[in-house]
């Protein structure tokens, strides 16, 4: 299905959005819509012929868990809501622990990296068909940035989505933003991984743009699309032209003429990059005889066994050509669940790194880990830096240290403001007065008096011995 130029649509620049000329179709964060009803600029856009896309966030498919049948079912009802022609999410988990580490659950707030190893990918396949058989349209998944990798890794990205396609008949949706990002941060190629993937494959294109500090690419959203992404763009368009080339964009929103002076540059990237006219090479034949890495790989397929490496997914189980699934091994998802929830206890717990790892970077990805959660809390609940005035930010990473996120942002902002009542926090007795009346306004019960104050910091401090 073609799509053609989008734009990501975001309550702070829901009138821009709807002002832009020649965007053919928006894409909402599928999390923060309602299941029964859409903002009046949604509604508005629909009426006007836009197609509007859900984009989720929070399944982690890439988790050791199988998806959850309630965030299924959700991201189902915004896709009949909206009439969309498909629906995306992230090759990535955003959660770790409970029943099979029979350890606390633990939430990143965050898209982190699974292993591309055998084991991950048959876990990822295994949930992607539960999704493919929940939704009632075809999914895309999206490959992620990263700060970290994860030692002893058996494929590349682009045999990674290779065979993650040729195995489930998912579309893909690359992000160029991302395979910069990981060029820059990990030393891997966009070329070579948009030689090895099935680009046949790719429902749509994100774009975005980010900012590198101290040799570190930061996948913000935040700041323009830079020439290097929009080079990685041209090399993605030279090989296939996508059904869809999305802007993305989730904080500092530029005025309207910036958002479309972006477009613009993106689809004269899209003109000048497109190939002559003619056979071009055989990327397809490329990607069979290139050998996957790793010691116990087995061959690559050369796609004779009928299973439709490029076959996209229809809603409700609909893979036609694809290959019957095999049941994920046993002790497979065991072995990924513990890996995954040592790796986020580390990232979000303080607890040792799991071996492999380079510190540095893992030390890089907790900080970015914190700086996003209380920007987002900041976010959901702006009046508790308003409460707390400059003191916000270190009291917040302070708690967040030894506070795990178990839930979301909104249970995560109410958990911080007890906390800082437990501790006799805000000095300023006005502003004590007020945190207290908002965290009882929102938490349904009355705040902790004292006594349970002292009885929760006591109880603080053992632990933490």
């Not at 894409?27 to 836009?50: K, Q, T, W």
């Not at 909104?410 to 965290?439: K, N, S």
């Amino acid at each position: 299905m073609e799509l053609g130029m989008g734009i990501g649509w975001r309550p702070e620049i829901a009138a821009e959005v709807e002002a832009l000329s020649g965007v053919d179709w928006v894409e909402a964060v599928a999390e923060n819509l309602c299941d029964d009803h859409l903002p009046g600029s949604l509604a508005g856009l629909r009426e006007r012929g836009v197609t509007v896309v859900p984009h989720g966030v929070a399944l982690g498919l890439g988790g050791a868990d199988r998806p959850d049948p309630g965030r299924l079912a959700a991201l189902a009802a915004r896709a009949e809501l909206l009439g969309a022609p498909l629906v995306t999410e992230h090759i990535a988990f955003v959660r770790a622990g409970g029943p099979l580490t029979a350890s606390p659950r633990l939430e990143a707030g965050h898209l982190l990296p699974v292993p591309r190893t055998r084991d991950a990918l048959d876990v990822l396949c295994e949930n992607v068909r539960i999704a493919q058989d929940s939704l009632p349209v075809p999914l895309a998944l999206e490959n992620i940035a990263a700060l970290i990798t994860w030692p002893d890794e058996e494929l590349t990205e682009g045999q990674f989505l290779a065979e993650l396609v040729e195995r489930t008949g998912v579309r893909l949706l690359i992000d160029v933003a991302n395979l910069h990002t990981n060029h820059v941060n990990l030393g891997q190629d966009p070329a070579k991984a948009l030689d090895e993937l099935p680009v046949e494959a790719i429902a749509y294109v994100h774009v975005a743009g980010g900012v590198e500090k101290n040799g570190v690419w930061h996948d913000t959203h935040a700041h323009p699309v830079s020439p290097p992404v929009l080079d990685v763009l041209a090399e993605l368009r030279s090989r296939v032209d996508p059904p869809g080339v999305l802007l993305e964009r989730d904080d500092a929103f530029p005025p309207g003429a910036e958002l479309a002076g972006e477009l613009d540059a993106i689809r004269a990237t899209l003109r000048k990059a497109a190939p002559p006219a003619g056979p071009g090479p055989d990327r397809a034949a490329r990607r069979r005889t290139a050998p996957p890495t790793g010691p116990d790989a087995p061959p690559a397929s050369d796609g004779s066994d009928g299973s439709g490496g490029s076959g996209g997914s229809g809603g409700s189980g609909d893979r036609t050509g694809v290959a019957a699934p095999a049941p994920v091994p046993a002790g497979t998802r065991d072995r990924t669940a513990v890996a995954q929830a040592a790796l986020l206890s580390a990232l979000v717990a303080g607890t040792p790194a799991p071996e492999g790892f380079d510190h540095r970077r893992l030390r890089v990805q907790s900080r970015a880990l914190a700086t996003k959660r209380a920007d987002v809390v900041a976010k959901v609940a702006p009046e508790l830096p308003e409460i707390l005035g400059d003191g916000y930010r270190a009291a917040f990473l302070a708690y967040a240290r030894s506070r795990p996120m178990s839930g979301g942002y909104r249970r995560d902002a109410l958990a911080f403001a007890e906390h800082v009542l437990v501790a006799g926090g805000p000095a300023d007795p006005a502003a004590r007065r007020r945190l207290t009346y908002w965290w009882q306004d929102r938490s349904g019960a009355r705040p902790p008096r004292r006594a349970t104050r002292l009885v929760r910091a006591a109880r603080a401090v053992l632990v933490r011995r």
